[in-house]
């Protein structure tokens, strides 16, 4: 494969990985901070199961602000704000605490003061601990249900028939509150004032029900894909794959199988053989071996037995057949004798010797 289509394949496949990766991730994104799903020191698990113990009915609510029912009996909607926020109400949700509900929210953002960061409040609950040195200001028309000198912590405004709740922190009744139960307490107070059902706004910590998931389609990946920016990149990366195989050139067709080379097992063995004689240096061994093997093909081609023959005898007979001078064979047939250790380059010319011999004869 050329470099340049190794850059497109590889262009593709993180292309690929970024838009699988942001499809999926994309649409369980939460904001757990705040949220009565967390167990974590800054969520409101704890809260949560501590108004279950006290038979208040409540249950969180994953759905707009806009789907809150309204009945004839008053309704709390508490909102733990993961960070601060600078706005209090919205018009929306004041029109709808007139209606005689109430709004509890935690996490409304206001001037820092000289108040200390960590205090403890008197109250009918007992010691409420605040960490925050955010103080509100109310005004004549604000009533102050938890405070010092130096302002609000919690406080109240009227609206019609409902009242709305503000703290200026968001961690008022939080986990890492769960050892000191006031704080529990005050919180389940606020919610529970004039009320017969308390609803825990989860829609804002990125919890949503099927039916609302559904109405956004956002009930699968797919869903959730199409109507996203994502969905013309997909597309390119589909073309984008197809111009690759077709720029390839290649048919699909039945499967190669491909063949298993045959070993030869002689073959191998004798390789393995060779291999540790040369490590171990045993030329003395390899030229006794040789040396009859070449003795008995040199009889073969004589006419004679594969029987190793006497080396005075089968000189003679050299002389008979050939009519010449059997020193050189003589010499090649003395070697074996000697039973010493040759080197590599003495073994080879031993061997280069035996095969002249051989064209001389014929």
Do not use: C
């Not at 501590?50 to 806009?66: A, H, T, V």
């Not at 018009?91 to 206001?110: D, F």
């Not at 709740?165 to 961690?171: A, D, E, G, S």
């Not at 190669?256 to 004689?277: K, M």
């Amino acid at each position: 494969m050329k470099r340049n289509q190794r850059v497109a394949w590889l262009g593709a496949i993180v292309l690929a990985v970024i838009v699988l990766l942001t499809t999926i991730a994309a649409p369980n994104t939460k904001i757990t901070s705040g949220s009565t799903y967390s167990r974590a020191p800054d969520g409101y698990g704890a809260w949560y199961a501590f108004m279950q113990d006290q038979n208040i009915s409540i249950q969180r609510w994953q759905k707009p602000f806009s789907d809150l029912p309204t009945t004839k009996n008053p309704v709390t909607l508490i909102q733990v704000n993961s960070t601060l926020k600078d706005i209090e109400t919205y018009p929306q949700q004041e029109e709808w605490v007139k209606k005689g509900n109430n709004l509890v929210i935690l996490g409304i953002k206001q001037p820092v003061t000289a108040a200390a960061f960590s205090t403890q409040h008197q109250s009918i609950w007992g010691k409420i601990k605040i960490d925050t040195s955010r103080r509100y200001k109310t005004s004549s028309e604000e009533q102050v249900t938890l405070g010092d000198k130096f302002g609000a912590v919690v406080w109240q405004k009227k609206y019609g028939k409902g009242k709305v709740f503000l703290v200026t922190t968001p961690y008022l009744a939080a986990n890492a509150y769960q050892n000191n139960d006031s704080n529990f307490k005050l919180l389940a107070d606020l919610v529970s004032k004039n009320s017969q059902k308390v609803f825990v706004d989860e829609y804002i910590h990125g919890y949503k029900d099927k039916d609302t998931k559904k109405a956004a389609g956002e009930d699968s990946v797919f869903n959730y894909f199409t109507k996203t920016p994502l969905w013309p990149a997909f597309i390119q990366l589909i073309v984008l794959l197809l111009v690759l195989i077709w720029a390839e050139n290649r048919r699909f067709g039945k499967p190669v199988t491909l063949e298993i080379p045959v070993i030869d097992n002689s073959q191998a063995y004798i390789q393995a053989l060779a291999g540790v004689l040369q490590k171990a240096e045993s030329t003395d061994f390899v030229v006794e071996m040789l040396g009859k093997e070449e003795q008995i093909q040199l009889q073969q081609s004589l006419g004679l037995s594969k029987i190793p023959l006497d080396n005075q005898v089968l000189l003679k007979i050299w002389e008979e057949q050939i009519g010449n001078s059997s020193d050189k064979l003589n010499a090649l047939l003395q070697l074996p004798l000697q039973k010493r250790r040759i080197t590599e380059q003495e073994l080879i010319s031993w061997l280069e010797k035996w095969r002249n011999l051989r064209e001389t004869k014929n």
